[in-house]
């Protein structure tokens, strides 16, 4: 069985190859909020991160994203991920996600630290 993190991270991931705003608003309630850093102003609502994600997207295949779920309990999710971006630059992720009981985001917070690029 599936637990509704990975389900979670599998959408996101989705969403990220995709760029679609339904897609992108499906992963999220009405009133989440979205934080692009620890100490980032929020996108707060549904709309205003599907709007934010638009404006930074990042275009499909020239990404790869390799994660696992580092602990998930009662709608808290840790993840822990690598991005590795095919042009100049890779990160390591860390994400903290809270569910509601739909599965949907209702707090998203990411960490990411620049490492090495892999030519």
């Given at each position: 069985?599936?637990?509704?993190?990975?389900?979670?991270?599998?959408?996101?991931?989705?969403?990220?190859?995709?760029?679609?705003?339904?897609?992108?608003?499906?992963?999220?309630?009405?009133?989440?909020?979205?934080?692009?850093?620890p100490d980032a102003d929020p996108w707060r609502g549904r709309d205003a991160?599907?709007?934010?994600w638009l404006t930074h997207l990042d275009e499909p295949d020239t990404w790869?994203?390799?994660?696992?779920?580092?602990h998930e309990d009662e709608g808290f999710v840790v993840v822990q991920g690598?991005?590795?971006?095919?042009?100049?630059?890779?990160?390591?992720?860390?994400?903290?996600?809270?569910?509601?009981?739909?599965?949907?985001?209702?707090?998203?917070?990411?960490?990411?630290?620049?490492?090495?690029?892999?030519?």
């Amino acid at each position: 069985m599936v637990s509704a993190g990975a389900e979670w991270v599998a959408g996101y991931v989705a969403a990220w190859e995709s760029n679609d705003p339904e897609q992108i608003g499906a992963l999220f309630s009405d009133a989440a909020v979205y934080l692009t850093a620890p100490d980032a102003d929020p996108w707060r609502g549904r709309d205003a991160i599907v709007a934010g994600w638009l404006t930074h997207l990042d275009e499909p295949d020239t990404w790869a994203f390799d994660w696992r779920l580092v602990h998930e309990d009662e709608g808290f999710v840790v993840v822990q991920g690598r991005t590795e971006y095919r042009a100049d630059k890779d990160y390591l992720n860390l994400w903290i996600i809270r569910l509601d009981a739909d599965g949907r985001a209702t707090e998203f917070t990411e960490w990411y630290m620049p490492r090495p690029h892999k030519d």
